[in-house]
């Protein structure tokens, strides 16, 4: 089973909100991870969780805030945000680090609007 | 610098026709892992298949094959008999040896016509 699921599927939200993005698997997998996806873009990496501790954070503004309460659970917090960042987040699992091979598996995204 | 240039933006084709993605990455790592993923209009990227830089061997699975070329640094992607369910955007990436991130093409969105 190669599932990763991602709630909710869309989201609304004014620019003084605060919402978050909840992303499982229940791969085992130890690598966890959210992109963000513009229409007709290719996804750009947000934040790497390798073992439940950060290890890459891409320059993400401040208003994103991720955490890893557990190996099978990632969330966004999402807080303040521009229309700009209206976009479909994915949330991404493998079984290990890219550096030994392991491919990521892909939820089916949450389509975020911001007004 | 890594970098994946997909350089066909967009492909049209009529059911049962055959059909080649082209994928030219760049690296400097002698070791590396090339991906193909498939984006249906429902928006899960879909994971295809994974090669790395010492496995020159073609793959096939069912209508789908690829072709992995170190010498002119290409993995290209063919469907065979394409199908309507075929029609997605579609994703080569090359992972960096530098930590977790998979460098992606930009797509190439693939239509096929009843």
């Known amino acids: 089973d190669t599932e990763v699921t991602q709630t909710p599927k869309h989201l609304v939200m004014g620019m003084t909100n605060k919402k978050s993005l909840k992303c499982e698997q229940h791969m085992g997998h130890r690598a966890m991870y959210w992109y963000k996806q513009k229409a007709k873009k290719p996804p750009e990496l947000m934040f790497v969780?390798?073992?439940?501790?950060?290890?890459i954070n891409e320059s993400v503004p401040s208003r994103f805030s991720p955490e890893c309460p557990n190996s099978s659970l990632l969330n966004l917090h999402l807080h303040a945000l521009q229309p700009e960042d209206s976009a479909l987040y994915l949330c991404a699992s493998s079984q290990g680090f890219y550096r030994e091979g392991y491919e990521q598996y892909f939820g089916p995204g949450t389509r975020l609007t911001v007004t | 610098a890594q970098k994946v240039t997909q350089a066909q933006t967009e492909i049209s084709v009529v059911e049962k026709e055959d059909v080649t993605l082209d994928c030219v990455y760049e690296?400097?790592?002698?070791?590396?892992?090339l991906f193909w993923y498939k984006q249906p209009p429902s928006g899960e990227l879909v994971f295809l298949i994974r090669r790395n830089s010492f496995d020159e061997q073609n793959e096939i699975s069912g209508r789908y094959s690829w072709n992995f070329q170190k010498s002119t640094s290409s993995f290209n992607f063919t469907i065979t008999a394409s199908q309507v369910v075929d029609s997605a955007v579609y994703f080569c990436a090359l992972g960096d040896n530098q930590g977790g991130k998979l460098i992606f093409g930009q797509g190439t969105e693939l239509s096929v016509k009843p």
């Open positions: 969780y390798s073992y439940e501790k950060l290890s």
């Open positions: 690296t400097r790592d002698t070791t590396y892992y």
